[in-house]
């Protein structure tokens, strides 16, 4: 049935094993064609196989995920995946309608949801934004990407401190600490850094969760670091 194969993907997805789901999350798409929430999973699962390649596997899941009308939607985990693409696409083939284009999904989804995720991600493209503005001479634009960014970040540490008062597993948890630990760090508040390093290290999740995030707050602060050269 429908749902037993769902249930099944959902399992594989939970276990990392993204090309196991995918067949069986096309399967229920046949059964449920209209079903929002399973083109979202059949377009993250699609995305995250990185099959045949990662930069065909993302081409695919763009095209899964404009069934859900991503650039009209106000559906907050449509517009978050859609964010999520351009960027791994824009990191592969560094375009800049791939950054504008995350950048957009990314700012629709926040304004939406005022949520940590969207905003955490928008902040750090909007930085990178303004540097590659800087690095040609568009001091305006760059500036104002860069001030954006650190507004955002302030009101994303806002939205993660009220998320930790809900009661939530260790991996999410963890995850509303990288976010605060990373806004922080771009903010260059060091002791509130510290701070949420060390509650989000405290806690038992796999390693590959800590790299993710060490790996994306060493790309912030390189950024960080290159932004105010170009302002000086």
């Given at each position: 049935?429908a749902k037993?194969?769902?249930d099944?993907a959902?399992?594989k997805?939970?276990a990392?094993?993204?090309?196991a789901a995918c067949p ?6 046949k ?6 929430f ?5 377009a993250l699962?699609?995305y ?11 081409l695919?899941?763009k ?7 991503p ?22 083939r560094?375009q800049e309608?791939?950054l504008?284009?995350?950048?957009a999904?990314?700012?629709r989804?926040?304004s939406?949801?005022?949520?940590y ?5 928008l ?5 990178r934004?303004?540097l590659?503005?800087?690095?040609v001479?568009?001091c305006?634009?760059?500036v104002?990407d860069a001030?954006?960014a650190r507004r955002?970040?302030r ?5 993660a401190e009220?998320?930790l ?8 948890r963890?995850?509303v ?5 990373e806004?922080?760090?771009?903010l260059?508040a060091k002791?509130?850094a510290q701070?949420?390093?060390s509650?989000?290290?405290?806690l038992?999740v ?7 995030t060490?790996?994306?707050i ?15």
């Open positions: 049935s037993s194969s769902l099944a959902l399992e997805i939970a990392s094993d993204f090309v069986l999350l096309e399967e229920v798409c059964q449920r064609p209209n079903d929002s399973v083109v979202q999973q059949l699962a699609t995250k196989a990185k099959q045949p390649t990662p930069e065909a596997a993302l695919k899941a095209k899964i995920l404009e069934q859900l009308l650039m009209t939607t106000n559906d907050p985990e449509t517009l978050g995946l859609w964010g999520a693409i351009h960027k791994r696409l824009w990191e592969l560094q309608t791939d504008n284009e995350s950048i999904a990314y700012e989804g926040f939406l949801k005022q949520d995720y969207n905003g955490i991600n902040a750090f493209l909007l930085d934004r303004g590659m503005a800087l690095k001479g568009q305006d634009e760059g104002a001030v954006l955002i970040r009101d994303v540490m806002r939205y009220q998320a008062t809900n009661e939530m597993k260790d991996e999410k963890y995850w600490l990288a976010t605060l630990w806004a922080a760090v771009g260059g002791e509130e701070k949420w390093e509650q989000a290290r405290g038992k796999p390693a590959w969760m800590v790299e993710t060490v790996h994306q060493g790309a912030v602060q390189a950024t960080l670091v290159e932004i105010a050269q170009h302002r000086a």
